[in-house]
Nanobody
Framework: VQLQASGGGLVQAGGSLRLSCTASGSIVPFRSMGWYRQRPGKSRELVAS????????NYAESVKGRFTVTRDMADNTVQLRMNSLEPEDTAVYYCHAQIRVFDYHDYWGQGTLVTVSS
């Protein structure tokens, strides 16, 4: 399974960015897809995810109302629209996908850097 992420970059506070990720190589449908991030000096944390089974989304409290996660099941793409970006959103963002074959299996993209300047 491979996850290829794109997007990210440098933006001023209050600006917007969009991240996109395409998953491939799985013989079973992805159970969920989403985004995590790792801020400087912090551990990796969930940003947003979307279930393929229920289409329910889950967001970190700090991004609710500002970020939107969407998914195109036809081509296994997940996107993260980030609005009203804050310097605290500066992080490496990782695409995530999960399948279930007896157990849960997690896969990660290569990470893309988002830098928000004040």
């Amino acid at each position: 399974v491979q996850l290829q992420a794109s997007g990210g970059g440098l933006v001023q506070a209050g600006g917007s960015l969009r991240l996109s990720c395409t998953a491939s190589g799985s013989i079973v449908p992805f159970r969920s897809m989403g985004w995590y991030r790792q801020r400087p000096g912090k551990s990796r944390e969930l940003v947003a995810s979307i279930s393929s089974v229920t289409n329910i989304t889950n967001y970190a409290e700090s991004v609710k109302g500002r970020f939107t996660v969407t998914r195109d099941m036809a081509d296994n793409t997940v996107q993260l629209r980030m609005n009203s970006l804050e310097p605290e959103d500066t992080a490496v963002y990782y695409c995530h996908a999960q399948i279930r074959v007896f157990d849960y299996h997690d896969y990660w993209g290569q990470g893309t850097l988002v830098t928000v300047s004040s």
